[in-house]
Nanobody, 126 residues
């Protein structure tokens, strides 16, 4: 059974940092791209970052470039999202997702991903 479990969310002041973790089980880590998405109240789910399973190439939404860093620990089957210089507009529920057929043009599309975690709340106060 495939499972994605996020952790690391919380409340932080603007300018602060958080590190989110996405632990993957079910044998998908080596073959699936792992993406991070977020959804704020009343807004659509948006792609934040993604890391490929093959060459480890990464993608970032323009809104987080230079502030967020995605990485993976293959030994732990875990993907991390290091978030620095957080802003109130980063407040959202953050989800990780796994997709087996992710290409450049579909990285940021939620419908392209096969499995999803339950989400973790990130709240940035001003």
């Amino acid at each position: 059974e495939v499972q994605l479990v996020e952790s690391g969310g919380g409340l932080v002041q603007a300018g602060g940092s958080l590190r989110l973790s996405c632990a993957a089980s079910g044998g998908i880590f080596d073959d699936y791209a792992i993406g991070w998405f977020r959804q704020a109240p009343g807004k659509e789910r948006e792609g934040v970052s993604c890391i490929s399973s093959g060459d480890g190439s990464t993608y970032y939404a323009d809104s987080v470039k230079g502030r967020f860093t995605i990485s993976s620990d293959n030994a732990k089957n875990t993907v991390y999202l290091e978030m620095n210089s957080l802003k109130p507009e980063d407040t959202a529920v953050y989800y990780c997702a796994a997709g087996s057929r992710i290409i450049v043009s579909t990285i940021g599309r939620p419908a392209s991903y096969d499995y999803w975690g339950q989400g973790t709340q990130v709240t940035v106060s001003s």
